[in-house]
């Protein structure tokens, strides 16, 4: 009934911009927490950023923390990541997820969050 779809994704050169965006659709009654995350080939699925209900608490992983920001638009059961200065190790499949039962504190890995959407690829060239 809940559907997250991420879109966005796509190559980029080293040093530049992406925007990725996670789209709620389904029946969304209560509030909730979002996440980003990313996983590369061979690696385990990493925490990339977080965000509360009312978007006023963020954080970020400490590899991305400065390049990358997350905001939301309820309104729009909208979810954004902002990725500047892009870097070759951002290459990733990057799937956004929805905790329903959120916590005072930020949730940071995969196992917390409720629903998933289906991954978007970036790949950051050199």
């Known amino acids: 009934q809940v559907q997250l779809v991420e879109s966005g994704g796509e190559l980029v050169q080293a040093g530049g911009s992406l925007t990725l965006s996670c789209e709620l659709s389904?029946?969304?009654?209560?509030?909730?927490?979002m996440g980003w995350f990313r996983q590369a080939p061979g690696k385990e699925r990493d925490f990339v950023a977080a965000?509360?209900?009312?978007?006023?608490?963020?954080t970020y992983a400490n590899s991305v923390k400065g390049r990358f920001t997350i905001s939301r638009d309820n309104a729009k059961n909208t979810v954004y990541l902002q990725m500047n200065y892009l870097k070759p190790e951002d290459t990733a499949v990057y799937y956004c997820?929805?905790?329903?039962?959120?916590?005072?504190?930020?949730?940071?890995?995969?196992?917390?969050?409720?629903?998933w959407g289906q991954g978007t690829q970036v790949t950051v060239s050199s």
């Open positions: 997820a929805a905790d329903w039962n959120p916590s005072p504190k930020m949730k940071t890995t995969p196992d917390e969050y409720d629903y």
């Open positions: 965000i509360t209900w009312s978007g006023t608490s963020t």
């Open positions: 389904g029946r969304t009654f209560s509030s909730y927490a």
